[in-house]
């Protein structure tokens, strides 16, 4: 069992910037490659980016594409998102991940534990 801790959500004017983090419980973490998704009110949840195990190889949607970073310390834990330029449309809660599939998937079916979310709100 893994349990997921993000936080850093909140409230941001659009072209704003925010940092995401989501802590891991358990010392395995390594052994896991890492996600975020969001979900909009009345939408489904969707794929925003993903980290494979070492982080050497990540993954984004094309609509986050440039604006949006992740990254992870296996030492700490911890896997970040990075969103800069944010627009109104980017608001969601975020939800991070972790998946077997070690070299790192955008299938939200592939990944095992989830944490509670974080909300973002982009106002305009």
């Known amino acids: 069992q893994v349990q997921l801790a993000e936080s850093g959500g909140g409230l941001v004017q659009a072209g704003g910037s925010l940092t995401l983090s989501c802590a891991a419980s358990?010392?395995?973490?390594?052994?896991?490659?890492m996600g975020w998704f969001r979900q909009a009110p009345g939408k489904e949840r969707e794929f925003v980016a993903a980290?494979?195990?070492?982080?050497?190889?990540?993954y984004y949607a094309d609509s986050v594409k440039g604006r949006f970073t992740i990254s992870r310390d296996n030492a700490k834990n911890t896997v970040w998102l990075q969103m800069n330029s944010l627009k109104p449309e980017d608001t969601a809660v975020y939800y991070c991940a972790a998946s077997r599939v070690i070299a790192g998937t955008t299938n939200h079916n592939a990944y095992d534990y989830w944490g509670q979310g974080t909300q973002v709100t982009v106002a305009s």
């Open positions: 358990r010392r395995t973490f390594s052994t896991y490659a």
């Open positions: 980290i494979s195990w070492s982080g050497g190889d990540t």
